[in-house]
């Protein structure tokens, strides 16, 4: 990538990458077949960072999400990146009380969820007492369709910039992890490493288009890596909108079999 500016972060290399293979399939779901390009990923990550930043929220605001595998999970990842709000990703089986104490630790200021969750969510802020926004992804009047509806306008994808802010201060993921202890805790990972780690993406060898399955829950390691590692190698990952259903999911290995790669990056 050559030198790297002290302000250059993922976003920067997110949004060069989406650009580049805006043509290729990112993501495919398995049970369905249905398909969507970087190109539309990106236009609709884009439009969501532009919202998210006519509501207010600025560098430094946290970011969560949580929710099964399916198109739209990824959308507030890529805009939480392009605007340096740092990403929570929080398991979707998590219970009330786990919910809680990832809430308490990270502090975000709005959070992004399967419409099931809201009300868990909805109870979980009240009681922390924090000042969080609820999107919710689906049809109802709290979802992130109507979010973008109330704050979009007609500027076009290609005038569209990342945000500047000091990657020193202001961190890419907050990931959570039970420890030793089984107390959740939030591991901090900053810019300058997830763009040392993107380098080592490049190198993986893999051609553009190579399918990859990816059925983790949103907030493994292993998922936010690879999320970021597609567009940037132009990888497809195929999801699956049915969660935890062993049979669609040896329907789908069969499907695709000799077709896609296991969802494995470099770490």
């Not at 763009?195 to 907030?219: A, D, F, Y």
Request: aromatic share 10%; charged share 25%; net charge neutral.
């Amino acid at each position: 990538m050559g030198e790297v500016k002290s302000d250059f972060h993922a976003g920067h290399i997110l949004l060069k990458n989406m650009r580049l293979n805006s043509d290729i399939v990112a993501q495919i779901d398995g049970v369905t077949g249905e398909k969507e390009t970087f190109g539309s990923v990106l236009s609709r990550s884009i439009k969501l960072a532009r919202c998210l930043r006519k509501s207010g929220f600025k560098p430094g605001d946290v970011l969560a999400i949580s929710g099964v595998n399916h198109f739209d999970i990824r959308i507030p990842f890529f805009s939480a990146l392009f605007n340096g709000l740092p990403l929570v990703c929080i398991d979707p089986y998590y219970k009330h009380d786990e919910i809680k104490s990832v809430l308490k630790l990270s502090s975000p200021k709005v959070v992004f969820c399967d419409e099931d969750f809201y009300k868990t969510y909805y109870t979980v802020i009240k009681e922390l007492g924090l000042d969080t926004k609820i999107i919710t992804f689906g049809e109802e009047e709290h979802s992130m369709k109507q979010f973008i509806e109330m704050y979009e306008d007609d500027e076009p994808d290609d005038s569209f910039r990342v945000l500047e802010f000091d990657i020193n201060k202001i961190y890419s993921f907050l990931i959570s992890t039970s420890g030793t202890t089984g107390n959740v805790k939030l591991a901090a990972f900053t810019h300058k490493l997830i763009v040392s780690k993107m380098e080592e993406l490049m190198t993986t060898g893999r051609p553009k288009g190579t399918k990859v399955l990816s059925i983790s829950p949103i907030n493994w390691v292993s998922t936010y890596f690879m999320t970021i590692a597609a567009p940037m190698i132009g990888h497809t990952l195929v999801l699956s909108s049915v969660p935890d259903n062993l049979d669609v999911i040896i329907n789908i290995i069969n499907k695709y079999k000799g077709k896609v790669k296991a969802g494995w990056m470099p770490l």
